[in-house]
């Protein structure tokens, strides 16, 4: 069997899916992509298809992730990797169809036959957050996430840490102690301002603190840690395993959330789960995307001793045109149960894409985040 063609699809709200089509007439599908940089990442998932995977054995995955990340001499970072990431998957879901298997079954088999799931709420400038909590744990959901603040000053005033623990504080009137609340800084916070809220929202009970800081200053979450006693959660902009070294050797991270669209896809993740699992942390994958890479997600998810919940999109508020059900043709495969979603039997991914639905939307990859400024002008972290 042999790789004869690919064809790459940038579909709203901010996706880029990826096809992969064999001599054989097997077809597998990946999600390579940054959330706004769909056209570079396009470029590099063209560059590597055309010069290392076009013409070769689908079914040698680990040698063509070798090939991909170590044939070029400058590696790693989010571009490259996400369009490891997506091409990845696609060799797996070849690979699972191949042998008429789903792609955990090739990895060892199940840890379990489900996982828990959270549900966003809030948006990017947290508001109305009591009212959306409701309403999705009405809906069955039993782990929540939301914003911590909007942008921070570098040290912002009693009023902007009051505010973000009146917030949490409000959710977690509104829905009790027995749902989760995971509480996401998006690294929008400085240290100094990451400990005082860490210390501040603490008296909530937040399931969770994410990405306290940015990925560069991990150096500060041993601080950080110790002005809580709430779990530390991070790696969403956490690429490789050579990336995860420092904060399991650290030992204050309690949660892992490697993307698998990003962090070099299944085959990587599964080995960064493998390694968080021996320093007794959770693996939480993150997924803010597509189908295609929340079914990678479970495949992992499925085999991981550690796999504690599961992040998925459904109604995020950047899905504002398009939604993780729209690109299947069974949505019914992501039916969520009392907080929990199956992991899909089917074979390979375990996902059926509606291709006429990819190709009537495709074109659009002109998404771009915002960009925030404080009131003197500069730039703010969004």
Known sequence: MKIVDYDLYAVPPRWLFLRVETDTGLVGWGEPVVEG???????????????????????????????MYRGGFY???????????????????????????????????????????????????????????????????????????????????????????????AVREAVGDEVDIGVDFHGRVTKPMAKRLAEALSDHDPFFLEEPVLPEHNDALPEIAAHTSTPIATGERMFSRWDFKEVFEQGVVDIIQPDVSHAGGITEVNKIAAMAEAYDVALAPHCPLGPIALAACLQVDACAPNALIQEQSLDIHYNETSDVLDYLADPSVFEYDEGFVDIPDGPGLGVDIDVSMVEERAGHDDWHNPVWRHPDGSVAEW
């Open 37 to 67: 940089r769909a056209r570079t990442v396009r470029t590099a998932v063209e560059e590597l298809m055309d010069t290392y995977l076009l013409g070769s054995d689908p079914l040698r995955i680990e040698d063509h992730w070798q090939t």
């Open 75 to 169: 590696r790693g970072g989010p571009v490259l990797m996400s369009a490891i990431a997506g091409v990845d998957q696609a060799l797996w879901d070849i690979k699972g169809k191949h042998h008429d298997a789903p792609v955990h079954e090739l990895l060892g088999g199940k840890a379990r036959d489900r996982i828990r799931v959270y549900q966003w709420i809030g948006g990017d400038r947290p508001d109305g957050v009591a009212d959306a909590a409701r309403e999705k744990v009405d809906a069955g959901f039993t782990a929540l996430k939301m914003n911590a603040t909007s942008e921070l000053r570098r040290i912002d005033s009693p009023k902007a840490v009051s505010r973000a623990v009146d917030r949490l504080g």
